[in-house]
């Protein structure tokens, strides 16, 4: 039986982000992380690199990697990402220092009831299309949020983000590291930002512990390695926006008594499934829902998501309450509901529940010259 966990909001990537803007003396707006304040207390880093690798959680890494390599042996500690744990909702919170209820970044295809429709929110598209949603990235108008590069920036300080999807548009991980090497030598206490789409892209598609994902794994702990060794008066903070782990999935396409309770069609995440039902129709959904996925997903109501705080304990973001649905299913086992069976039959890996597997992620604290802080 995997075991169910629910995001630890007082040690999250929420609090990683504000200990960052505590660091850099710009405005804190949540709990920060003790790991992370006291490595960064015993020590004035001249830069703070924050390197996340999307999907690496710490199973991925003890499933995949030597015990003693160099990824375990910097493991300071692990903590929580927030709900869903999905690449849109946690790398937001970590770019932000805000919650997900807060910023509004719920998952790959969201609501926007201002628009009346769902846009995958990345793609900016109409969800399972690809026409345009909008001739404006529709995220980025009704849910802006300021990144911590520009929090820092605003409080007279130096940060740059290094993104494959930004300028200067990194296209491998090599144009990461040496983007990262050549802006730690620029003068001044500075933080850089760097993002990369693996091992979460090779996990999707090949399994969290394939052949593929262990040589994705290793490939990067080597240049990881080679990029810190560079590096000098610099705290290298490696983690991931979730953890992963292998799925089967099922199609909603499939489940007509179920699809017949919908007014439009799901949204967020194939484990963190948003649903809007027609009025007349709920009993008939609850039943049909629970009949069919009562053992696999938790069913909440709007009201039961929100007395649980799953989304975070901060206060609403505008668009919000119209983005949730009347329901929400969490998994709480390996089963995913995507809305085609293309998309069921695709995917192996998998992450946006509430298993202990994508919730928990590492935090590896690589300092030029000096080993992570101990753990209390």
């Known amino acids: 039986m995997k075991k169910i966990k629910y ?6 990537t929420v609090s990683l982000a504000n200990s960052i803007l505590k660091y850099f003396g710009a405005q804190v707006h949540h709990e920060t992380l003790a790991l992370l304040d006291r490595e960064l207390a015993e020590r004035e880093y001249e830069n703070v690199v924050l390197l996340l690798l999307d999907g690496m959680g710490k199973c991925i890494i003890d499933g995949n990697l030597e015990p ?18 999905t690449t849109v909702a946690a790398t937001t919170s970590i770019c932000s220092g805000l919650y997900p209820v807060e910023h509004c970044w719920l998952g790959w295809d969201c609501y926007y009831p201002k628009i009346d429709k769902t846009v995958t929110v ?9 026409k345009p949603a909008a001739d404006y990235p529709v995220a980025k108008t009704l849910c802006p949020y300021q990144s911590l ?14 993104i494959p999807f930004e300028e200067p548009y990194p296209g491998t991980f090599e144009e990461i590291s040496d983007g990262i090497e050549r802006l730690t030598k620029r003068p001044g206490k500075k933080y850089i930002y760097a993002y990369w789409p693996e091992p979460d892209g090779c996990m999707h598609e090949k399994g969290c ?40 999935g099922v199609a909603i396409e499939d489940y007509p008594k179920i699809t017949d309770c919908l007014k439009r069609g799901l949204s967020l995440e194939p484990r963190a499934v948003n649903f809007f039902v027609k009025e007349e129709k709920k009993q008939q959904f609850e039943e049909e829902f629970r009949k069919n996925f009562g053992d696999t997903f938790l069913l909440l109501t709007k009201e039961e998501v929100r007395e649980k705080q799953l989304f975070g304990p901060g206060k609403e973001g505008v668009a919000f309450d119209g983005m949730l649905g009347d329901y929400l299913a969490a998994a709480v086992s390996d089963l995913s ?17 509430l298993l202990e597997d994508e919730m928990v992620i590492p935090l590896l604290l690589i300092g030029s010259g000096k080993s992570p802080a101990s753990i209390a």
């Open 122 to 130: 990345f793609l900016n598209r109409e969800a399972g299309t690809t």
């Open 7 to 12: 995001p630890d909001y007082m040690n999250s």
């Open 68 to 85: 003693d390599g160099f990824f375990a042996s910097h493991l300071a500690g692990t903590y929580s990402a927030v709900f869903p744990p």
């Open 209 to 248: 512990y394939s052949p593929e994902a262990k040589e994705t794994l290793r490939q990067l702990e080597k240049q990881v390695q080679e990029l810190t060794e560079k590096l000098s008066n610099t705290l290298v903070i490696v983690t991931a926006d979730h953890g992963h782990m292998d799925s089967r």
């Open 337 to 353: 509901i995507y809305s085609h069976k293309k998309e069921a039959d695709f995917f192996i890996g998998v992450h946006a529940g």
């Open 149 to 162: 590069v520009e929090q820092i920036r605003e409080n007279s300080g130096q940060a740059y983000s290094l």
